[in-house]
C-alpha cells in the first residue's frame, strides 16, 4: 500500500468497478503529494478499458475531507509554491471531468473547503445525514477560487455563493436539494447498498453511451485549464497575504 506523508492512495478494479481511495491522519486533508496521486490514479483509469465506472472514496469513520492540508498552506513561502499547491486541486478535478467513465463519490461524513471541489466534479454523489459541507476558504483570507469552477457549474451560482459568503456548515438535506448530493442516506450502510448497485448497474452499461452523456454533463468547460490555472496563480498570491496568515494560524488554535 503506497504511503505519501502518512496518507495514501489506494486503487483497485473489481468487475469493471475502480475504486480510488484516499486517506490521511490529519481529517483525510489533502496535501500536494496525495493530490498529485489521486489526479494520477484518475487520469489513468480513463485510459482503463477495464475500469467501466469510477468510485471516489475516502477512509476511516472521520471526515470525508477536510480539504487542504494546514500543514502544507503555512508552509508557502512564495507565490510558485502557491501556485503549484493549489494547482493539486485543478488536476484532480481535471482527471475527473475529463475521464470518459462516471465518477461516484461516496461522502461518508463532512467536507470542507477543497473537498467540496471533489464532490462537485463528480457525476453523481451518495451522502449520509451527517456529511454537512462548508467552504472554508473565506474563513482563512482566501477564497473558493478554485474549487468555485467546479462547484458553480454543479449548483448554480446562486448556492455557489451562499456557500462562499457563509462560511459555515451547511447540512446534508441542504447540500442534496441544491443538487451538490445526488442521493442521501441515514448511515453509511444504508449508502453503501445504494451505491454498490448503482455502480454495478453502470460497469454493465455501454461505456460509449456513457462517454457521450460525460461530454454533454461537462460541456463548456474545455477552457477549465486556462481558467483553473490563473485561480491557482490568484490563491498562491493570496495565501502569503498576512491576513491570510494570521487568520490560518487563529482557525488552527480554535
Excluded at 11 to 30: C, E, M, Y
Excluded at 113 to 137: Q, R, T
Aim: hydrophobic letters at 50%; a neutral charge; proline letters at 4%.
Amino acid at each position: 500500500m503506497p504511503t505519501i506523508a502518512e496518507g495514501r492512495v489506494t486503487t483497485t478494479v473489481t468487475a469493471g468497478i475502480a475504486t480510488v481511495s484516499f486517506h490521511h491522519p490529519k481529517g483525510n486533508s489533502l496535501p500536494g503529494a496525495l493530490l498529485s496521486k489521486l489526479a494520477a490514479e484518475i487520469k489513468a483509469l480513463g485510459k482503463n478499458p477495464d475500469a467501466r465506472v469510477i468510485v471516489l472514496r475516502s477512509e476511516g469513520q472521520g471526515p470525508f475531507c477536510a480539504g487542504a492540508s494546514f500543514d502544507e498552506l503555512t508552509a508557502i513561502s512564495t507565490p510558485e509554491q502557491g501556485k503549484a499547491f493549489f494547482s493539486g486541486f485543478s488536476r484532480v478535478i481535471l482527471a475527473m471531468v475529463r475521464a470518459p467513465q462516471f465518477v461516484l463519490t461516496r461522502i461518508h461524513g463532512k467536507a470542507a473547503g477543497g473537498a467540496v471541489g471533489l464532490i462537485a466534479a463528480s457525476d453523481y454523489s451518495f451522502a449520509v445525514d451527517a456529511a454537512s459541507a462548508k467552504l472554508s476558504e473565506l474563513a482563512i483570507g482566501i477564497g473558493p477560487f478554485i474549487v468555485g469552477v467546479a462547484i458553480e457549474k454543479k449548483i448554480g451560482l446562486a448556492a455557489f455563493s451562499t456557500m462562499a459568503v457563509d462560511a459555515d456548515w451547511h447540512d446534508a438535506a441542504w447540500c442534496e436539494r441544491h443538487g451538490l448530493y445526488t442521493q442521501r442516506y441515514a448511515d453509511a450502510a444504508a449508502m453503501d447498498s445504494a451505491l454498490d448497485a448503482r455502480a454495478k448497474v453502470l460497469a454493465g452499461s455501454n461505456p460509449e453511451a456513457m462517454a457521450e452523456l460525460k461530454k454533454i454533463f461537462w460541456a463548456g468547460t474545455e477552457h477549465w485549464e486556462r481558467l483553473l490555472d490563473e485561480r491557482a496563480a490568484m490563491s498562491g498570491t493570496l495565501v502569503l497575504s498576512d491576513f491570510t496568515r494570521n487568520a490560518i494560524a487563529a482557525f488552527r488554535k480554535g
